[in-house]
């Protein structure tokens, strides 16, 4: 009998020992009993037997597990048990080619309901509950190891991994990437891609393999310009070749300075440019002193009334967003009247530019010149050691020194400037015609300019003409051979040729100035040299007399009588200057500036002229005053310039003043007088003397 609580009891006879109960039969569930023999099933599934075993009725398998329901009859036991799920056939490993459509199955035993669960390495794939798994479209991604998990209610089994493999042609998940970058910067492009091992890789710049490029990333250390260009990758495999897109290199060059700013000398209150020339640069910012100018960031730095505390070093900085480089230093010098120059100018000493009045007074401190000349509104001297220094109107860097001039020679057309360096002919200025872009000349020995016009003369007497033509300048007539000196004016141009007379050409010659008078054309003419105003000629002959032709109206043309043994001469728009062996100048003509009223006292060693001005180079040197007895032991000896302008304090330690009582003795036994120098409020150098009871004294001074 089977209680509720899982126990039973047994009763009757008992010859085989079916009464006698083993402990094991506990927690049952079923009872049943044969001839001989009785058994139980525990609520764990297993099955206890005792009694009569003499066949074997007692003895359960060991497979007789998860039993349901069991019963016996005679001699022997019947079972009815679940049975755990068990894998008769594994999935298979498979390789396929993308695109293609794969099914994992499993053949399993066991008592029903068997359940299924399909894994990718390792992680159950949602819906799949069948005995078999299907992918459609198989791609690279779904590479993987695939498994199944069998289940029932008495256990669970887990198949084989069955490995799917996807082959395919490279597929580009992440391009290389156009770039711009600086000269000297490492560049890396970078290729990501996906498809059936083993990739290859081959990069290309502009179509053509690059060698030993065949990584999924090329580097390029250091570029420079020659590394821009078109890259890209083709990968391949087994299955395919992938082209990539192309990606665009670019190498920003750094700038490059192709004129770099000049240093300058100024006059206070003048204008003054700096000009910077550059390529590949976009940014600009000038530097005054290793400090930035607000505002300053164009090629040009104009810098309006300099005064001495814009002095000192300017640089432009040139950048383009990676490098940024520094032009050369220029420097700015800034004179102010109390410095003695060695050129005088008269006439026009102010000009109006761009809103802005512009001095035209020579620079102070200029010293040492031996040729000056003049343009429309600027001014040049050429120094002893070859240097050029311009003043006034720079606006087209006219009046700027052109780099690296150590000339001979110097000319000024209204905007350009001309020099002969080494032989060679340079320029610099407005070239709106060319005026400023010379031929190629050697052996200059001499030039000139006016307006937009630009002539040179070649040492073997061959003349060269250039720039605005327009009126045949640059048709030079069948005589104009053997030149040994060269002018030109507004529309006309001349030429001395080394047989003394005069060749002259050019339209329409409204004034007669191309047409020059039989007195400098004849065989006997001998002329030396030539000048040519505006629209009037001059000519100096070897006699020093002085022939003038053209336009007349001014006066320019009427010749003084003092203009006799001129060494040298020079012609304004509408003024003529002569100076005199003597160093006295002689200007006549048009005055409305008073370019023709020469200042007195004014000693010189060379002239130039401008529109409406007049320029002297200065004949530097010192004269005695007459001494002063300040006792009958002392004399006071004063000294000026030679042409009566006081001595700058600078000046004054170069002065010598020599004592004798014998003029006859030479200048080396003359005793030099020490004691007492000074230099006077008023600019005189004073010299004490205190000679013997000497019956008289003589003195002399030197020094430059």
Known sequence: ALLNNNTFSVWGYNPTHRLDVPAAANNV????????????????????CWGDNTVGQTNVPATVVNVLLATSHSDHTLAIYLQPPSITTQPVTQSVSAGANVTFTVVAAGSPTLQYQWRKNGTNIVGAFNSSF???????TNSGGYSVVVTNGVGSVTSLVATLTVSSAPSINTQPQSQTVGFGTNVTFTVEAVGTATLRYQWKKNTTNILNATNATYQIASTDPSHAGIYSVTITNLFGTTPSSNAVLTVVSPPNVQEQPQSQTALAGSSVTFTVLSTNATTIQWQHSNTNLPGATSPMLTINRAQPADAGTYVALLGNGFTTIASSPATLAVLTPSTASDVVL??????????????????PGLVGVKAVTAGENFNLALRNDGSVVGWGDNQYGQAGLS?????????????????????????????????????NVTNAVAIAAAMNLSMALRGDGKVFVWGDTNAGQGILPSSVTNVMGIAAGVEHCLAVRSNGTVVAWGTPNTYGQARPPFAVTNVSAGVAAVAAGAFHSLA???????????????????????ATNIIAIAAGSHHSLALRRDGAVISWGYDNFGQSETPVDLVASGVGAGASRSLAIRKMGFRLLNPIFLSPTQIRIEV???????????SATNIEVLASADATLPKANWTKLTNSVSVSTNGISTFTDNPTTQPRRFYNVRGQ
């Open 29 to 48: 569930v079923v009872l049943f009993s044969g001839a001989n023999h009785s058994g139980a099933v525990r609520t764990d599934g297993k099955v206890v």
């Open 134 to 140: 299907q992918v459609n479209n198989v791609q690279p």
């Open 346 to 363: 008269w006439g026009q000493d102010s000009v109006l530019v761009g809103g802005d009045f512009i001095e035209m007074s020579p620079p």
């Open 403 to 439: 780099p690296n001039v150590v000339a001979t020679l110097i000319a000024a057309g209204a905007n350009h400037t001309l020099a002969v360096t080494n032989g060679r002919v340079g320029a610099w200025g407005l070239n709106t015609s060319g005026q400023a872009t010379p031929p």
């Open 540 to 562: 100096l002959k070897s006699n020093g007399t002085v022939v003038a032709w053209g336009r007349g109206d001014f006066g320019q043309t009427n010749v003084p009588p003092n």
């Open 640 to 650: 000026r310039n030679a042409d009566g302008t006081l001595v700058p304090s600078s």
